[in-house]
T-cell receptor, first 114, second 112 residues
Framework: GAGVSQSPSNKVTEKGKDVELRCDPISGHTALYWYRQSLGQGLEFLIYFQGNSAPDKSGLPSDRFSAERTGGSVSTLTIQRTQQEDSAVYLC????????????FGPGTRLLVL | QQQVKQSPQSLIVQKGGISIINCAYENTAFDYFPWYQQFPGKGPALLIAIRPDVSEKKEGRFTISFNKSAKQFSLHIMDSQPGDSATYFCAASISNTGKLIFGQGTTLQVKP
């Protein structure tokens, strides 16, 4: 596609439920990143994929968070047993392998945990 | 040491004025410093970026000034326009790590 796409655009869930957020990177971009943006805050790095492997998952805040990428394309971020503090905008970005700093962001998924 | 500190938190500028946003970092291993622009409901978009081997980079009305010894860099928006009203984020990274460390953001409002 023309840009990074994310779905759903908005998600409201109840505390304790699991959620899955999807990211579809720009075609040909082998690197994919997940960030979290809490209200009024900067972006917080969560995890980075090169192909299907995750060389850096240092930003995942707890073991309730996991992510996978299959076929070197679509990625899913899963949050288990959601808590109210998980409410945020989850942003996905992608880049070419040789230009990791030049990241193109999707519109984000706005997650609200009630 | 991984932090990037950004100021001011918010900024109001008259149309035609100069908007200045500042960032500071601690980690001297950082070697890439981008600025992102974010409109409400949208993802951040890369605006301009600099590496530490140059002290200034200009693209149209946007200029990055970089002071390596002070570990500071700033974004100048010349002839600010109402369409520039957005949130601006500075960031820093170490080449090839894929990890951008973002500042807290500055909300810019340009008054007509």
């Amino acid at each position: 596609g023309a840009g990074v796409s994310q779905s759903p655009s908005n998600k409201v869930t109840e505390k304790g439920k699991d959620v899955e957020l999807r990211c579809d990177p720009i075609s040909g971009h082998t690197a994919l990143y997940w960030y979290r943006q809490s209200l009024g805050q900067g972006l917080e790095f969560l995890i980075y994929f090169q192909g299907n492997s995750a060389p850096d998952k240092s930003g995942l805040p707890s073991d309730r968070f996991s992510a996978e990428r299959t076929g070197g394309s679509v990625s899913t971020l899963t949050i288990q047993r959601t808590q109210q503090e998980d409410s945020a905008v989850y942003l996905c970005a992608s880049s070419r392998a040789g230009l990791k700093e030049t990241q193109y962001f999707g519109p984000g998924t706005r997650l609200l945990v009630l | 040491q991984q932090q990037v500190k950004q100021s001011p938190q918010s900024l109001i500028v008259q149309k035609g004025g100069i908007s200045i946003i500042n960032c500071a970092y601690e980690n001297t291993a950082f070697d890439y410093f981008p600025w992102y622009q974010q409109f409400p409901g949208k993802g951040p978009a890369l605006l301009i970026a600099i590496r530490p081997d140059v002290s200034e980079k200009k693209e149209g009305r946007f200029t990055i000034s970089f002071n390596k010894s002070a570990k500071q860099f700033s974004l100048h928006i010349m002839d600010s326009q109402p369409g520039d009203s957005a949130t601006y984020f500075c960031a820093a990274s170490i080449s090839n790590t894929g990890k951008l460390i973002f500042g807290q953001g500055t909300t810019l409002q340009v008054k007509p």
